[in-house]
């Protein structure tokens, strides 16, 4: 990551410091912040303030993730401030917003949200100041507003699903039993989108942590659905509507922002459910069930964090993050896993056992980690 779309983004902040143009600055620093915080939130301390020196540091130290998090917030700020949507910016090129830096603007926003609320556990406090000025600054209104990185209809930039089984011919993805039966359970419009019918024309998942040639025959299992996987013009999300209203939603029940967290919680099902284009009727009913109707208080929250999980789907790193901070679902590992829980974080690279050795074990240290391998000690975020 670092020698590429890192390093890509880093060019984009020179270039827009060298030139005087501060929107490619802040475009640069908006994507350069989302990549540093889904690395940081899988591994915790990482190389952040001395990367980017080229030859003048080969060995960066790792900085804490407290330290990357405050990075972060200030950098979305900054970005924010400085778009000018009168400004020069990108004639061509902007294949997430077609060069609206209006949007762009909204999404620095959003993405600070999304940030505060990962640390309601440990930073209470952090969380609260900074989702309050994300969103009075102004956050995504609409599901046009996403972020969402635009594939192409030609090679070689098809979504990389529909790549996988018509390109490379191949068949490598498949639905997980986990939310499949969740999804069933709460007749929830969205399973027809996320997955098709396997061949008796049932919906099913694989179960996780299963031996190779173990479960049921790959005939009886749910591919992804046909929206990714036989459109090859498809988006992958990096940040939606939906969840922008489920964080406030949260932040609300908090009490930390204005707003009904009621109203937030099923304008954000709904939001989901609209951007696969799912029809009225059918999201009223789903919203109408007892189980779906908000609740609040401690209950609140816990719909909020199913529902957001749910919502997350192709999103997995941050579908991941969200299960580490709030615990829902209670997912269990499979039967042939080797851990008894869901792995805290992703291990360090093993280049850096050889390339910055000193640096990597004082940041394993650091954290308490039994190895740079360590999986399943939590990370920082989690306030665990």
């Keep these: ?29 908006i994507m350069k912040s989302y990549v540093f915080s889904v690395m940081t939130d899988a591994m915790g301390d990482i190389p952040y303030s001395e990367a980017f ?4 540091l080969l060995t960066p130290k790792y900085d804490t993730q407290q ?42 926003n959003s993405l ?49 699903i529909y790549t996988n ?36 024309g049932a919906y099913e998942g694989l179960p996780n942590g299963l ?29 939606t509507y939906s969840e922008v209203l489920f964080l406030e939603a949260e932040a609300a029940e908090r009490g930390w922002i204005t707003g009904n967290a009621a109203q937030l919680y099923a304008d954000a099902i709904r939001a989901s459910m609209e951007q696969y284009g799912i029809a009225t009727t059918a999201i009223d009913a789903y919203l109408a069930q007892p189980r779906v ?19 997350l789907f192709m999103q997995g790193m941050e579908g991941w993050t969200e299960v580490r901070r709030t615990g829902v679902p209670a997912l269990v590992p499979g039967p ?5 829980k869901i792995p805290e974080r992703l291990p360090y690279s093993d280049n850096e056992a050889v390339l910055n050795k000193a640096n990597l074990d004082a940041a394993v240290a650091a954290q308490h980690f039994s190895s740079s391998t360590d999986l399943t000690t939590p990370l920082w975020f989690t306030g665990r």
């Design 1 to 29: 990551m670092y020698s590429g779309p890192l390093e890509d983004f880093q060019r984009i902040i020179n270039k827009g410091v060298a030139a005087g143009v501060p929107n490619w600055e802040a475009v640069g620093r």
């Design 53 to 56: 020196q080229e030859r003048a």
């Design 67 to 108: 330290a990357i998090y405050t990075a972060l917030f200030a950098d979305l700020a900054k970005a924010s401030q400085q778009i000018d949507p009168a400004g020069i910016g990108f004639s061509s090129g902007d294949i997430m917003y077609g060069g609206d830096m209006t949007t762009w603007q909204k999404f620095a």
């Design 112 to 160: 600070r949200l999304r940030l505060a609320m990962h640390l309601t556990n440990v930073a209470p406090a952090t969380a609260q100041s900074e989702a309050l000025a994300a969103v009075t600054a102004g956050v995504f209104a609409s599901n046009d507003e996403s972020a969402q990185l635009m594939y192409l209809a030609s090679a070689p930039n098809q979504n990389p």
């Design 165 to 200: 089984v018509h390109v490379d011919k191949r068949d490598d993805y498949g639905m997980s039993k986990t939310l499949v039966d969740s999804m069933r359970s709460w007749n929830d419009p969205r399973l027809p989108i996320y997955a098709q019918p396997n061949d008796t």
């Design 211 to 239: 031996n190779d040639g173990a479960g049921p025959e790959l005939k009886y299992i749910s591919r992804f659905g046909t929206f990714w996987r036989e459109t090859p013009a498809a988006p992958l999300a990096l940040l």
């Design 293 to 311: 109707v908000y609740a609040g208080g401690a209950a609140g929250l816990t719909q909020i964090a199913y529902q957001k999980w749910v919502s």
């Design 336 to 340: 042939n896993a080797k851990l008894t």
